[in-house]
């Protein structure tokens, strides 16, 4: 079977690939995905929690 990518290295050209070569250039994070997987959204920040003092200064 064979795939249409475009790759990191080429982006303005599609190139044909067997499966091996798919695997091997998504193995190594060279291929543009054209329908990303959306990322999940960023957690929100915790507040800093604020302890009160128990020492007293004089």
């Known amino acids: ?3 249409t990518v475009r790759t ?3 982006p303005d050209q599609e ?3 067997g499966d ?3 695997l091997d250039l998504h193995r190594q994070g060279l291929l543009i995905e054209e ?3 959306p990322e999940p959204p960023a957690a929100p920040a ?3 929690k604020k302890t009160p003092s128990t ?3 004089s």
Do not use: F, G, L
Request: avoid cysteine; proline fraction near 10%; charge should be negative.
């Open 1 to 3: 079977m064979t795939h």
């Open 46 to 48: 915790q507040p800093e």
């Open 8 to 10: 990191t290295m080429r």
């Open 35 to 37: 329908n990303p997987a």
């Open 55 to 57: 020492a007293k200064t």
């Open 20 to 22: 091996a070569d798919y």
């Open 15 to 17: 190139i044909e690939v």
